[in-house]
């Protein structure tokens, strides 16, 4: 069965591989090919789930309940704004930076996933402190700009890869 290893699964069949049989080597290239074709949908997952949650954040999360004047006390005093638009600036240049890091290396493992999380905290952040009208479209741009980056890195290093598999696979197929 296919095992998720982490570099390796998006190279080409290495010197050891050579004495496998044809259909044993085969199969661990479309094994590769399934991988590398799941973490392209894993980004437009992402990106889909950051669009459900903005919907929610651009109606004001009209559907949560009001927070109760116990939940208030209890959770403190709200930042304030300004501390939260900072975080936010400083959230956006860090995940770009780490976004461009990892295109320099050719990864091809999607990590979106965290950032649907941080997005959403702002946005919760933002509606806690009663501001999220005015600063929906901040959080919105920068994680369309950090999802989008990172969707378009894995299919770029994706589809480089899958295309060099199936070029081993038309080999084989010879």
């Known amino acids: 069965m296919f095992l998720r290893r982490k570099q390796k699964d998006t190279q080409p069949l290495a010197r050891g591989e050579s004495v496998l049989s044809p259909d044993v080597r085969r199969q661990k290239i479309q094994d590769r090919i399934h991988y590398l074709k799941q973490q392209i949908y894993y980004s437009k997952w992402c990106m889909t789930l950051f669009f459900l949650i903005s919907f929610g954040a651009a109606v004001n999360f009209r559907f949560l309940p009001p927070i109760s004047e116990q939940a208030k006390h209890l959770l403190g005093e709200a930042p304030p704004p300004t501390l939260i638009s900072v975080g936010l600036i400083v959230y956006a240049f860090s995940a770009l930076i780490l976004i461009l890091g990892r295109m320099n ?61 199936k070029e081993i696979l038309a080999i084989l197929d010879k």
């Open 105 to 165: 290396t050719g990864s091809v493992r999607f990590r979106g996933w965290s950032h649907i999380g941080y997005l959403s905290a702002f946005y919760l952040f933002y509606y806690y402190t009663g501001l999220l009208r005015g600063n929906f479209w901040s959080v919105f741009i920068a994680g369309l700009t950090i999802l989008g980056l990172e969707g378009y890195r894995v299919w770029s290093a994706c589809s480089e890869s899958i295309k060099k598999e």
